[in-house]
């Protein structure tokens, strides 16, 4: 029923610039903490960004200074704002939230992906 859909990724020189957008849909109740991963192939799904409900952020070294992760909870919605991009950002990148659905059962849901690469 909770689905996360994520759109932005693409294809972007390096210097450039995404925004990434993850919206939750279904029988939502509340939204606690949002976060966007990455994985590129043959490694681990790592954590890029995170933000509570209250707009705490958190991001990994790599990416500090370039990528700014916000959310608006009137739409249910993260952000990821990606700025001088490198190719080493070059990943699936991931949207993550922790969901208390019409169940009442909180869960960590998962969107799809977005290919995001940096490239000449």
């Known amino acids: 029923q909770v689905q996360l859909m994520e759109s932005g990724g693409g294809l972007v020189q390096p210097g450039g610039s995404l925004r990434l957008s993850c919206a939750a849909s279904?029988?939502?109740?509340?939204?606690?903490?949002m976060g966007w991963y990455r994985q590129a192939p043959g490694k681990q799904r790592d954590l890029v960004a995170a933000?509570?409900?209250?707009?705490?952020?958190n991001y990994a070294d790599a990416v500090k200074g370039r990528f700014t992760i916000s959310r608006d909870n009137a739409k249910n919605t993260v952000y990821l704002q990606m700025n001088s991009l490198k190719p080493e950002d070059t990943a699936v990148y991931y949207c993550?939230?922790?969901?208390?659905?019409?169940?009442?059962?909180?869960?960590?849901?998962w969107g799809q992906g977005t290919q995001v690469t940096v490239s000449s």
């Open positions: 993550n939230a922790e969901i208390l659905p019409g169940a009442l059962l909180w869960n960590k849901y």
């Open positions: 279904g029988s939502i109740r509340s939204i606690d903490d």
């Open positions: 933000i509570t409900r209250g707009g705490s952020r």
